[in-house]
């Protein structure tokens, strides 16, 4: 039975081996959090937000992106739960 996280490690080498390779992988991924990023930030700004989760969200966005999307969620349920005046346990 293959390893399926052999299979990834394997495309990620593959996919960095070269100088255009690793340009193109670079960029993908650095768009990628851009989008993502700018969508934190514009949810954010559309749930009203206070600023210091705004800004660890989208810090976390930039540098981060999976942890900075996951505080995002964790933000917005407490912010959504705190308005309805629900318990976010």
């Known amino acids: 039975?293959?390893?399926?996280?052999?299979?990834?490690?394997e495309a990620m080498a593959q996919a960095l081996s070269s100088k255009s390779a690793f340009t193109a992988t670079w960029?993908?991924?650095?768009?990628?959090?851009?989008?993502?990023t700018r969508?934190?930030?514009?949810?954010?700004?559309r749930l009203g937000l206070k600023p210091w989760p705004r800004r660890?969200?989208?810090?976390?966005?930039?540098v981060?992106?999976?942890?900075?999307?996951?505080l995002y969620?964790?933000?917005?349920?407490?912010?959504l739960s705190r308005k309805s005046g629900e318990d976010p346990s």
């Open 27 to 36: 960029a993908h991924v650095v768009v990628g959090d851009i989008f993502v």
């Open 56 to 62: 660890v969200s989208v810090f976390f966005g930039v």
């Open 39 to 45: 969508w934190i930030w514009k949810r954010c700004l």
């Open 73 to 79: 969620f964790v933000f917005a349920k407490f912010h």
């Open 64 to 70: 981060l992106m999976p942890v900075g999307l996951f």
């Open 1 to 9: 039975m293959e390893d399926s996280t052999m299979g990834f490690v």
